[in-house]
């Protein structure tokens, strides 16, 4: 009865020791995951950069003119000035809850009259505006 334990305690021995031969793997791994968040944390500030020249954090520094906003005065390139900020309201024409014939007579215009007669004071709108300037109005 002897010979059959050492039979089965030789393979138990052999998996215990590649289970530590493994063990040693994720250690080495380990180190991979924490340098994979430093990579990570590098793709955000990437990401964070390639943000910085975008037109929504870049664009409220830059100052627009009023002759600038109405070279984009179409449905496909549209434009608008709201209370001394400008906005690329392009992507929002088909997603407006009123339709886009309510923005796109705006497009290339000073809308500030238009938008305050409409959504004055109500956050929602103001807040969706908001995520659209570009910049601000310099005239």
């Known amino acids: 009865?002897?010979?059959?334990?050492?039979?089965?305690?030789?393979?138990?021995?052999?998996?215990?020791?590649?289970?530590?031969?493994?063990?040693?793997?994720?250690?080495?791994?380990?180190?991979?995951?924490?340098?994979?968040?430093?990579?990570?944390?590098?793709?955000?500030?990437?990401?964070?950069?390639?943000?910085t020249p975008s037109s929504s954090s870049t664009g409220a520094s830059k100052s627009?003119?009023?002759?600038?906003?109405?070279?984009?005065?179409?449905?496909?390139?549209?434009w608008a000035a709201v209370d001394g900020g400008v906005y690329d309201l392009t992507s929002w024409i088909s997603r407006h809850p009123g339709g886009p014939d309510k923005i796109e007579p705006l497009c290339g215009t000073d809308a500030t009259q238009a938008f305050r007669t409409k959504h004055?004071?109500?956050e929602k709108p103001n807040d969706q505006l908001a995520s659209f300037k570009i910049g601000d109005l310099s005239d």
């Open 120 to 122: 004055d004071g109500a």
């Open 1 to 51: 009865m002897k010979t059959p334990r050492r039979l089965i305690l030789a393979p138990l021995t052999l998996l215990l020791l590649a289970g530590c031969s493994s063990a040693a793997t994720p250690s080495t791994t380990t180190p991979a995951p924490a340098s994979a968040p430093a990579s990570s944390a590098s793709a955000p500030s990437t990401a964070a950069s390639s943000s």
């Open 64 to 78: 627009y003119t009023m002759s600038d906003v109405a070279k984009h005065d179409t449905s496909e390139d549209c």
